[in-house]
């Protein structure tokens, strides 16, 4: 049983900062994916940041310049820095994996709220 476990979320206000982090209990290198997607209510779940092949990364427009997913091999930990946070961003963020072609782990999710 692979696990996926985030913190990091909280309460900030508009223009604030946090980062989300997401522990596996095995090496990050073992997916052949792994990434953070959010939802709020009412919304489908989108993916926020991932990344791509040879060590690119990737954003959905709405966090472009502003998120930045980054990973800590040794601690098998991969991180999201958010910055400039805006009211919009507001969702509950998961940690998510591939292992292999089929099978999907995601971590229970982690709140975050922005006030504005």
């Known amino acids: 049983q692979v696990q996926l476990v985030e913190s990091g979320g909280g309460l900030v206000q508009a223009g604030g900062s946090l980062r989300l982090s997401c522990a596996a209990s095995r090496s990050i290198f073992s997916f052949n994916f792994m990434g953070w997607y959010r939802q709020a209510p009412g919304k489908r779940r989108e993916l926020v940041a991932a990344?791509?092949?040879?060590?690119?990364?990737n954003y959905a427009d709405s966090v472009e310049g502003r998120f930045a997913i980054s990973r800590d091999n040794v601690k098998n930990t991969v991180f999201l820095q958010m910055n400039a946070l805006k009211s919009e961003d507001t969702a509950v963020y998961y940690c998510?994996?591939?292992?292999?072609?089929?099978?999907?782990?995601w971590g229970q999710g982690t709140q975050v709220t922005v006030s504005s």
């Open positions: 998510a994996a591939l292992d292999g072609i089929t099978q999907w782990y």
């Open positions: 990344f791509g092949t040879g060590g690119s990364t």
